[in-house]
Nanobody, 115 residues
Framework: QVQLVESGGGLVQPGGSLRLSCAASGSSVSFYDMGWYRQVPGKERELVTTISAFGSTNYAESVKDRFTISRENAKNTVALQMNSLKNEDTAVYYC?????????WGQGTQVTVSS
């Protein structure tokens, strides 16, 4: 079993930055593919970005060149650096770990972009 805990969310003005962190426990996630997803009320959860166990990254078009995912296997963490935030980035952000048929989710952290 893997437990994931997100942190770093909050309120930020448009154009600002936030750094989210996902701390894993229960097992090493160094061989897991990790990802960040987000969801707003009434909408489907959507992919933001993923990073494979080998370090390959993938980004949604809407966040390319603004968001950066990274992983630090020694600390069992994954981070999401979010720059140039927009109002439409407001959502609950979830961390996900996948390996073979196993999928684990964190509880989410709220990000609100507003002036």
């Amino acid at each position: 079993q893997v437990q994931l805990v997100e942190s770093g969310g909050g309120l930020v003005q448009p154009g600002g930055s936030l750094r989210l962190s996902c701390a894993a426990s229960g097992s090493s996630v160094s061989f897991y593919d990790m990802g960040w997803y987000r969801q707003v009320p009434g909408k489907e959860r959507e992919l933001v970005t993923t990073i494979s166990a080998f370090g390959s990254t993938n980004y949604a078009e809407s966040v390319k060149d603004r968001f950066t995912i990274s992983r630090e296997n020694a600390k069992n963490t994954v981070a999401l650096q979010m720059n140039s935030l927009k109002n439409e980035d407001t959502a609950v952000y979830y961390c996900r770990a996948t390996w073979r048929s196993s999928v684990y989710w964190g509880q989410g952290t709220q990000v609100t972009v507003s002036s």
